[in-house]
Nanobody, 121 residues
Framework: QVQLVESGGGLVQAGGSLRLSCAAS????????MAWYRQAPGKQRELVAA???????NYADSVKGRFTIFRDNAKNMVYLHMNSLKPEDTAVYYC???????????????WGQGTQVTVSS
């Protein structure tokens, strides 16, 4: 199993910055992809950014050029640097990991509990 714990959310003014962190722990063989999703009230959960174990990244069009995802494989951590925040970035941000419990057992998806990000205008 993989446990994910997010931190770093909060309240920030438009134009400000925040950094989210997600720590993965537990008994697993490897984590292939780590990603950040978000869900605003009344909306579906959407992908914000993802990163593979070799550093390949993918971003939602709405955050390109403002958000940066990076990971520390040695520490099983993933981060999301968010700059030039807008009120429409307000949402609960979730960390997701896709990994294998053994060489052949997987992949499985794991989710964190989420952290609230609120951007005031």
């Amino acid at each position: 199993q993989v446990q994910l714990v997010e931190s770093g959310g909060g309240l920030v003014q438009a134009g400000g910055s925040l950094r989210l962190s997600c720590a993965a722990s537990g008994s697993f063989f490897r984590i292939n992809v780590m990603a950040w999703y978000r869900q605003a009230p009344g909306k579906q959960r959407e992908l914000v950014a993802a990163i593979t174990s070799v550093g390949r990244t993918n971003y939602a069009d709405s955050v390109k050029g403002r958000f940066t995802i990076f990971r520390d494989n040695a520490k099983n951590m993933v981060y999301l640097h968010m700059n030039s925040l807008k009120p429409e970035d307000t949402a609960v941000y979730y960390c997701k990991a896709t990994g294998f419990l053994t060489v052949i057992d997987g992949p499985y998806d794991y989710w964190g509990q989420g952290t609230q990000v609120t951007v005031s205008s």
